[in-house]
């Protein structure tokens, strides 16, 4: 895979050929043999998770079931024409399984076009929106004051050079507001 978007396709392709397979055992299954509806239930599940979100897990659990079914062919009718679609399918779930680690690997800090980040929720935005400044339509009686990030002052406690709204000294452990108690003082 050159790039996001070949293992973008390829994610898609194993996809859709995963759904197409769940159709094709859903159908088997509600006509002729129930033990097929097993195999399209999983199907349908690891085509959406492979889909949506790019899961490695769905992909490691679509080879592990491609995988068993060519075994049990083998086993069952030993090499037939059927054989050569399921080896196909194996080899496209194994490209699945190395595009979908590369995309969350290689290529996670590359974001696609179409992609559209996720709304923030109700809790982020309020959040933010406490860290965020005030700007013009804030009133000025809700705006909280604070200090420069590079404001600095020296403990009055060691004469270290300490952050303006630190309240416990790095260097000597004193608390600066005065209303906690050193340990050593506690002790005594």
Not at 32 to 49: E, H, K, M, P, Y
Not at 152 to 176: Q, T, W
């Amino acid at each position: 895979m050159k790039n996001r978007e070949d293992a973008l396709f390829v994610v898609w392709w194993v996809s859709i050929s995963c759904w197409i397979d769940a159709v094709a055992a859903l159908l088997v299954g509600l006509f002729f043999d129930q033990s097929f509806l097993i195999g399209a239930v999983i199907n349908t599940v690891c085509a959406f998770f492979l889909l949506r979100y790019k899961s490695r897990v769905a992909a490691i659990i679509l080879l592990i079931i491609t995988s068993i079914a060519i075994v049990v062919q083998l086993l069952s009718d030993g090499f037939s024409g059927s054989m050569g679609a399921s080896v196909f399918q194996l080899l496209w779930v194994i490209r699945a399984v190395q595009a979908t680690a590369r995309l969350h690997g290689f290529y996670a800090s590359q974001s696609d076009s179409n992609e559209v980040p996720p709304a923030p929720s109700p809790l982020m935005k309020s959040a933010s929106s406490a860290i965020i400044p005030a700007t013009e339509n804030t009133p000025a009686s809700q705006t909280v004051p604070t200090p420069p990030l590079d404001e600095k002052k020296k403990c009055p406690f060691c004469a270290e050079i300490i952050h303006a709204e630190a309240i416990k000294c790095k260097h000597c452990g004193e608390f600066l507001d005065g209303s906690h108690k050193n340990k050593l003082e506690v002790l005594k």
